[in-house]
T-cell receptor, first 115, second 117 residues
Framework: AQTVTQSQPEMSVQEAETVTLSCTYD???????LFWYKQPPSRQMILVIR??????QNATENRFSVNFQKAAKSFSLKISDSQLGDAAMYFC????????????FGQGTRLTINP | DVKVTQSSRYLVKRTGEKVFLECVQD?????MFWYRQDPGLGLRLIYF???????EKGDIPEGYSVSREKKERFSLILESASTNQTSMYLC????????????????FGPGTRLLVL
């Protein structure tokens, strides 16, 4: 079974600075997807960024980028120019490319932005 | 925009009560999911469905059942609520992936915080 581990329960960063959230996963599969989801205090979970395992290029979405290291099974999220609105719980998630469509989530990292 | 709604934001029930949590999506998604979220454990999958009347057990199905009579609606049922089912419940939906890369993203509802006394 696949597992996802987020080893940082809490992180904080000064506004406008850069922060990196860590995620590692364990799988024997070669084809899969990885996601970062954000859950603001209002509780609506939204997708931040996704990465296909077959793509070597790291995904980017504006201020959000990932460092995908397939051999190391590592998938970290970098947030540049942090803003107050980035404060949230961040979840890393894994999904197999075939078969069941379920997501396997990490434990989450609570990110605080200091003004 | 995809919209996933859940019937209640907050719910308080007594031990032994039968509890229904409803989820509706408006984007014609084939897949629907129920997760529970607990601090330090992240989200764990309870059940999912990839078609009307079809259901599959997730990682923690014990004490729960589901119903999907219509494509847009997926209900989670707690047959006899217990205090250890106090949690945040999140519903999600997604397209069946054969429609194209990128469309497998799951979209979440706002969640229902359930307290069982």
């Amino acid at each position: 079974a696949q597992t996802v581990t987020q080893s940082q329960p809490e992180m904080s960063v000064q506004e406008a600075e850069t922060v990196t959230l860590s995620c590692t996963y364990d799988t024997s599969e070669s084809d899969y997807y990885l996601f970062w989801y954000k859950q603001p205090p209002s509780r609506q979970m939204i997708l931040v960024i996704r990465q296909e395992a077959y793509k070597q290029q790291n995904a980017t979405e504006n201020r959000f980028s990932v460092n995908f290291q397939k051999a190391a099974k590592s998938f970290s999220l970098k947030i540049s120019d942090s803003q107050l609105g980035d404060a949230a719980m961040y979840f890393c998630a894994y999904r197999s490319a075939g078969g069941a469509q379920k997501l396997v989530f990490g434990q989450g990292t609570r990110l605080t932005i200091n003004p | 925009d995809v919209k996933v709604t859940q019937s209640s934001r907050y719910l308080v029930k007594r031990t032994g009560e039968k509890v229904f949590l409803e989820c509706v999506q408006d984007m014609d998604h084939e897949n629907m999911f129920w997760y529970r979220q607990d601090p330090g454990l992240g989200l764990r999958l309870i059940y999912f469905s990839y078609d009307v009347k079809m259901k599959e057990k997730g990682d923690i199905p014990e004490g729960y059942s589901v119903s999907r009579e219509k494509k847009e609606r997926f209900s989670l049922i707690l047959e006899s609520a217990s205090t250890n089912q106090t949690s945040m419940y999140l519903c999600a939906s997604s397209l069946w992936p054969h429609r194209g890369v990128g469309e497998e993203t799951q979209y979440f509802g706002p969640g229902t915080r359930l307290l069982v006394l």
